[in-house]
C-alpha cells in the first residue's frame, strides 16, 4: 500500500517520519489597508525564516527596467515578500545593481537576499566555474553591486567538474566564517552531487549546504527521482526555479492550439532554441498537464499560473517558489498563488496528470516499499 496521495513526488511514497519537513509561521501584516495573513518558512532545518514567495531578480535590467524593477520590488515588500533570489550573471551584473541600489533606501536585516556564482563574468580564463579564485572575486564583485557588507544565502548555480569539490566547498566555508556570507545553496546538482558535497562538508565540519534550487514544475517532475530525496534525508530547504515552465503553465497555452503566441517566451524559446520550446512541449503529456491544470483553476477561481505555484506550495520540502516577474501585473497576479489551498482531489489530479512515471531503479524501489 502506498504512502501519502496517489501519484504523490516519490519522496512521499517513501517517507521518513524523522525528517522534518518545511513549516510555516504566520504572520498579520498591514497590505494594502487589510490585515491578512502572511506565511513565513524556515528555509530547511535552519532558524532563517523567509517568505513563501520569492521574488527572482532574473528580468531586472533585461525585460524590466530600473524603475519597473523598484516598483516590483516595492509592491513584494508591501505584500509581505522578504525573500529575494538575483545571480551574478543575470544581464552581466545590472540584475545585482538595480538590486543593490534600492536595497540601499531599505532596512537591511529585514530581507533575505540571494544571489549566485558559476558562469562567466568576462572573457578570461578563471572568470568562470567555481574555484578558489573565481569563488571570492565574484563574492567580492557582487557586494559591491549589491551595496552590503553580507549575503544571506550564496549558491554556486551549476556544478562545475573542472574544479575539484574540496577546494569549492572549503572556500565556501571561509565565506561564511569571515561573516560575508550567512548561509550557503547549491543550484543545478544531480543527486549524487549534492550528497557528496553535503558529506565532504560534514566530515570536514565546514558550513553545508542548506538549500538547493532547482528546476521543479507540474511539467519538470524528474527531481523527484533523487534530487529532492536528498534535500529531504539531509534537511535542506527546495527553492524552485521556473515554476511556470518559461509560460506553458501561465494560462496561455490550452489544447489544440496550432503554435505559440507571437513573441511569447515560448516563440522566443523556438527561436533560440531554448528548452521550454514549442518543438520540446507539444506532446500529448504536457496537453493533460494544461487540462486538469485548467480545470482546477476554473473550479477554485484562481488562474493556472496561482495554482501551478500553488501546487509547488504543496510539495514536501518546498520553502518558496520562485516568482519571475517582467512587470506589475504578472507579479500581482502571481502574489495570489499563496493563501490558499486546493481540495486533496485537486491535487491528486494535478499530480496524476503530471506524473512523468518512475524509471529503473526508482519503480523498482517504489514497487518494493508498496510490498512492505
Known amino acids: 500500500m502506498r504512502c501519502g496521495r496517489p501519484n504523490a513526488p516519490i519522496w512521499s ?13 504566520s504572520y498579520f501584516i498591514l497590505d494594502n489597508e487589510e490585515r491578512r495573513p502572511v506565511e513565513y518558512r524556515y528555509l530547511g532545518t535552519t532558524g532563517l525564516k523567509v517568505s513563501e514567495l520569492c521574488l527572482g531578480a532574473m528580468t531586472f ?16 515588500v508591501e505584500s509581505g515578500g522578504n525573500f529575494i533570489d538575483t545571480a551574478n550573471v543575470y544581464t552581466a551584473g545590472a540584475s545585482e545593481e538595480i538590486l543593490g541600489r534600492w ?12 544571489t549566485k556564482v558559476r558562469f562567466p563574468m568576462g572573457a578570461g580564463p578563471n572568470e568562470v566555474g567555481l574555484s578558489r579564485k573565481h569563488i571570492l572575486a565574484g563574492v567580492e564583485a557582487s557586494l559591491r553591486r549589491l551595496r552590503t557588507d553580507y549575503i544571506d544565502l550564496y549558491q554556486v548555480h551549476c556544478w562545475d567538474g573542472a574544479t575539484p569539490l574540496l577546494e569549492t566547498l572549503a572556500t565556501l566555508n571561509t565565506l561564511v566564517q569571515s561573516g560575508k556570507v550567512r548561509y550557503l545553496g547549491a543550484s543545478n546538482f544531480s ?20 538549500c538547493l534550487q532547482p528546476q521543479y514544475n507540474l511539467l519538470t517532475r524528474t527531481a523527484e527521482w533523487e534530487v529532492l530525496p536528498v534535500c529531504r ?16 503553465l501561465s494560462g496561455k497555452f490550452r489544447r489544440g492550439m496550432e503554435g505559440p503566441p507571437a513573441e511569447s517566451r515560448v516563440s522566443v524559446a523556438e527561436r533560440l532554441g531554448w528548452s521550454e520550446s514549442w ?3 507539444n506532446n500529448e503529456h504536457t496537453w493533460t498537464v494544461l487540462d486538469a491544470l485548467h480545470a482546477v483553476a476554473e473550479e477554485t477561481g484562481r488562474t493556472p499560473a496561482q495554482v501551478a505555484i500553488n501546487w509547488l506550495l504543496q510539495q514536501p520540502t ?40 518512475l524509471p529503473y531503479p526508482y519503480d523498482f524501489i517504489a514497487s518494493a516499499q508498496d510490498r512492505r
Open 13 to 25: 511514497r517513501l517517507p521518513d517520519p524523522s525528517i522534518p519537513t518545511p513549516h510555516a509561521i
Open 103 to 114: 536595497l540601499a533606501g531599505q532596512k537591511r536585516d529585514d530581507l533575505v537576499i540571494a
Open 191 to 210: 543527486g549524487w552531487q549534492l550528497q557528496k558535497a553535503i558529506g565532504i562538508s560534514l566530515a570536514h565540519g565546514w558550513e553545508p549546504f542548506t
Open 233 to 248: 534525508n539531509e534537511g535542506l530547504g527546495v527553492i524552485p526555479w521556473s515554476p511556470l515552465r518559461g509560460g506553458w
Open 279 to 281: 518543438s520540446a512541449y
Open 318 to 357: 518546498v520553502t518558496a517558489p520562485i516568482l519571475g516577474a517582467r512587470n506589475m501585473e504578472q507579479l500581482e497576479a502571481n502574489l495570489g498563488a499563496a493563501g490558499w489551498r486546493p481540495t486533496q482531489d485537486q491535487l491528486t489530479r494535478l499530480d496524476r496528470a503530471s506524473d512523468p512515471g
Open 61 to 76: 535590467g533585461r525585460e524590466c527596467d530600473e524603475d519597473d524593477s523598484h516598483r516590483l520590488l516595492d509592491r513584494f
